[in-house]
């Protein structure tokens, strides 16, 4: 049976959209500029009391803007909206399992630094992809939402999207480019074809059903998706049975996605202090 991280990798490796990015997703050195502005990364080591730790500096000469701790740090400048400065990405890792990573994005095109996202990226984080060619990058995400959703973590399908600039602010853009999850829900329906005939049974046929439906959806095509599932699930009872009983579960779980990973916040500090990280 094939790995969940396998199929993610060789969706990646194939796909024309996405492969142009794996080489951009490897990150350059931190950057110690931002336009006029300095940048700078600090280490701690684990002892025997704490865990390493990281934190980013922002700094406008001596004036501190903002900093950005956690588990692990980075940070790049990619072009995400047009005009002026390239964005800054904050990117950070909190050291959870199948969790706990998560981007700050700054721009200074307004005339001061500004927060234009906090985005939750799941366990599998984002591309950067000039898809539309404009010179602005959009970020293409594979997103866990069905993680244990009726099966292992292990097979728990992936879900393309793309988050990119409307010309307000970041935002949901997959429907713009529908073809990036239905890039995902082609390969998730060639497996499932696959495995009705070499691992018929429900636990395998599972993943891969909810796979080619929930790519499907965020594609804008479900109704479409639907009528195939109807061909293909009608030699297989269980299958059948699973998906009707599940149809609504699964479309609750894909309401909203990607855009309520995405909030603004300005602040000094980050991850945004909490209520119980305040209290003396």
Request: aromatic content about 8%.
């Amino acid at each position: 049976m094939i790995s969940r991280l396998a199929c993610l990798a060789l969706a990646l490796a194939l796909s024309p959209v996405v492969a142009p990015a794996l080489a951009q997703a490897n990150p350059p050195a931190t950057p110690t500029k931002w336009g006029t502005l300095s940048l700078q990364l600090t280490r701690a080591p684990m002892t025997d009391d704490t865990l390493p730790a990281a934190r980013l500096t922002l700094r406008n000469g001596n004036r501190t803007i903002f900093t950005v701790s956690d588990f692990n740090v980075e940070a790049k400048l990619i072009p995400l909206r047009p005009g002026g400065q390239p964005e800054l990405v904050v990117r950070t890792f909190s050291g959870g399992a199948h969790c706990c990573s998560t981007s700050y994005i700054f721009t200074q095109d307004t005339g001061s630094v500004q927060n234009i996202g906090i985005i939750d990226e799941s366990n599998y984080g984002f591309s950067p992809v000039d898809l539309n060619k404009d010179g602005t990058f959009e970020l293409v995400f594979i997103l866990d939402t069905l993680a244990y959703f009726d099966y292992s973590y292990a097979d728990s399908p992936g879900l393309s999207s793309v988050i990119g600039w409307d010309g307000i602010r970041l935002a949901d853009r997959t429907r713009a480019y529908a073809y990036v999850p239905g890039q995902e829900a082609a390969r998730e329906l060639k497996e499932l074809q696959s495995r009705m005939i070499e691992f018929p049974d429900l636990e395998s046929l599972k993943p891969r059903i909810s796979g080619y439906y929930g790519n499907m959806i965020l594609a804008g095509r479900g109704v479409e998706a639907e009528k195939v599932l109807a061909t293909v699930l009608a030699k297989s009872a269980p299958a059948k049975a699973w998906f009707a009983a599940h149809r609504t579960a699964l479309i609750s779980a894909l309401y909203g996605e990607p855009e309520r990973r995405v909030q603004t916040v300005n602040s000094t500090v980050y991850p945004i202090p909490t209520p119980e990280d305040e209290t003396p």
